[in-house]
T-cell receptor, first 117, second 115 residues
């Protein structure tokens, strides 16, 4: 597609359930990022992939969160044993190459809104 | 802790007026700043960026000013249009450990343009 695609756009789940959120970056973009945006706040960094590897996962809040990018394209953010505090919009972004000063602009998807009841 | 913040949470202007959105940052090591526009239900959209070795950069109808002395960033929108109504975020690259891929966002300013 022309832009970053995220599915599902909305996900409602119950506390304790497992959730997967998918991101399909712009074709040819090697760098992929996940951010989380709580209501009324700016996005917060979660994890950065360069190719297939997670170059920086320091923003993941705890070990219930995990992300993969097995073939260097599509990425999945996985949340185990969801809690109400996990409710937020999960944004994915991609860029042509890693490095804000060299790889250029981040293109964000429209996000996956997660609601944990 | 060090963070990016905004002076004004909301700004209401008349169509055709110029808008100025301000942002304060506290990390003196930050070397790159970006303004994003976010419309309801959408992801942030890049507007304009500026590196720390510059103090001004102009785009189409937008200008970003950087004052490193007082750690202040502003976004000026000329001839504001109803389509400019959105939340605007400033973001910085903290450049911690030499990383240049991680952005720290402020809380955002809601700009409302009245016709």
């Amino acid at each position: 597609g022309a832009g970053v695609s995220q599915t599902p756009s909305n996900k409602v789940t119950e506390k304790g359930k497992y959730v997967e959120l998918r991101c399909d970056p712009i074709s040819g973009h090697t760098a992929l990022y996940w951010y989380r945006q709580s209501l009324g706040q700016g996005p917060e960094f979660l994890i950065y992939f360069q190719g297939t590897g997670a170059a920086d996962d320091s923003g993941l809040p705890n070990d219930r969160f995990f992300a993969v990018r097995p073939e260097g394209s599509v990425s999945t953010l996985k949340i185990q044993r969801t809690e109400r505090g996990d409710s937020a919009v999960y944004l994915c972004a991609s860029s042509l190459a890693g490095g804000l000063l060299t790889g250029g602009e981040l293109f964000f998807g429209e996000g996956s809104r997660l609601t944990v009841l | 802790g060090e963070s990016v913040g905004l002076h004004l949470p909301t700004l209401s202007v008349q169509e055709g007026d110029n808008s100025i959105i301000n942002c304060a940052y506290s990390n003196s090591a930050s070397d790159y700043f970006i303004w994003y526009k976010q419309e309801s239900g959408k992801g942030p959209q890049f507007i304009i960026d500026i590196r720390s070795n510059m103090d001004k950069r102009q785009g189409q109808r937008v200008t970003v000013l950087l004052n490193k002395t007082v750690k202040h960033l502003s976004l000026q929108i000329a001839a504001t249009q109803p389509g400019d109504s959105a939340v605007y975020f400033c973001a910085e690259n903290p450049n911690s450990g030499g990383s240049n891929y991680k952005l720290t966002f402020g809380k955002g300013t809601l700009l409302t343009v009245n016709p």
